[in-house]
């Protein structure tokens, strides 16, 4: 398929909190809503699972497609969870997997990524993540994620999650070897987001631009906003 064939998508990630909202009240139909009103192509969660025991997920499994026409990609271990160490990917029915890599990642917390290869409107790589709080412990995950990433034959490529960098200058820079970022947009806290904890990472031949989420004062769905942007492939 031409890059001029291929349609333009919208791609999202959002760390969901496992569903508790801002009033510390779990409510897994306003985050389908929420999820619907993103009209995202591809997303990517983080804490879509609870972390005690089969991990199940924090949203209701059979309801996701028919709430926001998105299928959650099968990336968990076992059939209550929706996710690997709390990463799913949700994409659009069109896309089909090809390829899925699990990974452990290093450092004092467990933490894990998913890296899954689509095909379908066009060929994509989703590498879903969610790094830890300590600088120290998210510079060997990015080491870990850029090379299991470059491992692989060369593909359109998409990065999402909660990075959970606080700064906009430094502790990114091992991506930036062979991704591009996005320029940040604040997402934490949702009430008065003011750090740019989640972020999209992407390959040299896409391009992305961000658009911006609707939001107003009050009880916010999780702790975090949801980023998105507008994708294309070069």
């Not at 791609?11 to 139909?29: C, F, M, S, Y």
């Not at 062979?178 to 904890?197: G, I, V």
Request: proline fraction near 8%; charged fraction near 25%.
């Amino acid at each position: 398929m031409e890059p001029e064939s291929k349609p333009q998508l919208r791609v999202a990630t959002w760390n969901i909190r496992a569903g508790l909202g801002t009033d510390l009240r779990r409510d897994a139909q306003r985050v389908l809503d929420a999820i619907a009103a993103l009209r995202a192509d591809i997303l990517a969660l983080q804490e879509a699972d609870f972390r005690l025991g089969a991990r199940p997920s924090a949203l209701p499994r059979d309801e996701i497609t028919e709430r926001t026409g998105l299928l959650p990609l099968p990336v968990g271990r076992n059939s209550a969870s929706i996710g690997w160490h709390g990463n799913a990917l949700l994409v659009r029915p069109d896309f089909r997997l090809v390829g899925l890599e699990r990974l452990d990642l290093p450092g004092i917390e467990p933490r894990g990524a998913v890296i899954a290869d689509l095909d379908g409107p066009g060929a994509l790589r989703l590498v879903g993540v969610h790094l830890g709080l300590w600088r120290g412990s998210r510079r060997k995950q990015l080491d870990t994620i850029r090379e299991a990433v470059l491992r692989h034959p060369a593909r359109p490529t998409l990065i999402l999650g909660d990075f959970n960098e606080y700064s906009r200058r430094v502790g990114l820079g091992r991506l930036t070897r062979a991704f591009r970022l996005m320029d940040p947009a604040p997402t934490y806290p949702s009430r008065r987001p003011t750090l740019a904890l989640d972020r999209i990472a992407h390959s040299h031949d896409l391009e992305l631009e961000p658009l911006a989420v609707p939001w107003r004062q009050g009880v916010q769905v999780s702790d975090h906003l949801p980023l998105l942007a507008q994708m294309r492939w070069l």
